[in-house]
């Protein structure tokens, strides 16, 4: 249990088109997801934090009117980035959260999509 | 936020024991360390996490020293598909249910044949 899945899992674009990159929880009702971007040779970079049917929660730095996020419903969230250029080419992961009781409350990551911007 | 330390990287031999440490001095009394992995352009995977206790799952185990300052993650057995980065991380709690995990540069694990 516990799948989360991305698509697409890869992504070319011609700068300043938008791109939408969609997040499933496939079996299991995701109360918080997030997104991150992670640059060649670095670290996962926390973008946003996104609630079901509430608004996302950027991290410092990250443009909101760029990376527009949306989780209309608990399964789904959705990363747009919006006119995109190249130095936005990178591999976005997101991951989904699901509340448990006790101290458990691990976050499920999805495979990735790189994205390519020409 | 507590931050962790890591070796950048390490080897291990195919079917030898792997085990890879992580400094967090600056831990809280209720932050716990979970241990992710990324083999190459892929998603984390989760691996394990514990708070006080020593933990062992059908992975890995994890070793908490008792003052919490550090720990080291045993692969017991490790084999060519455990090469990855591997992220020893201190959970933040953000609030009720949610909370962030904030990955630094991990320990590049290489496993030789």
């Known amino acids: 249990g516990a799948v989360v899945s991305q698509h697409p899992s890869r992504v070319i674009c011609k700068s300043g088109t938008s791109v939408k990159i969609e997040c499933r929880s496939l079996?299991?009702?995701?109360?918080?997801m997030f997104w991150y971007r992670q640059f060649p040779k670095q670290s996962l970079m926390l973008m946003a934090t996104?609630?079901?049917?509430?608004?996302?929660?950027?991290e410092q730095g990250v443009e909101k009117d760029k990376f527009l996020i949306n989780h209309a419903s608990l399964t789904l969230s959705t990363l747009t980035v919006t006119s995109a250029h190249p130095e936005d080419s990178s591999f976005y992961i997101c991951?989904?959260?699901?509340?448990?009781?006790?101290?458990?409350?691990?976050?499920?990551f999805g495979p990735g999509t790189r994205l390519t911007v020409l | 936020d507590a931050k962790t330390t890591q070796p950048p990287s390490m080897d291990c031999a195919e079917g030898r024991a792997a085990n890879l440490p992580c400094n967090h001095s600056?831990?809280?009394?209720?932050?716990?360390v979970y241990w992710y992995r990324q083999i190459h352009s892929q998603g984390p995977q989760y691996i394990i996490h514990?708070?006080?206790n020593n933990e062992t799952n059908e992975m890995a185990s994890l070793i908490i020293t008792e003052d919490r300052k550090s720990s080291t993650l045993i692969l017991p057995h490790a084999t060519l598909r455990d090469t990855a980065v591997y992220y020893c991380?201190?959970?933040?709690?953000?609030?009720?249910?949610?909370?962030?995990?904030?990955f630094g540069k991990g320990t590049l694990l290489t496993v030789n044949p």
């Open positions: 996104s609630n079901e049917g509430s608004k996302a929660t950027y």
């Open positions: 600056t831990i809280s009394g209720n932050e716990y």
């Open positions: 991380i201190v959970r933040v709690d953000s609030g009720g249910s949610n909370y962030k995990l904030t």
């Open positions: 991951s989904a959260s699901r509340f448990e009781s006790g101290d458990r409350n691990e976050q499920f």
């Open positions: 079996d299991f009702q995701a109360t918080t």
């Open positions: 514990g708070l006080k």
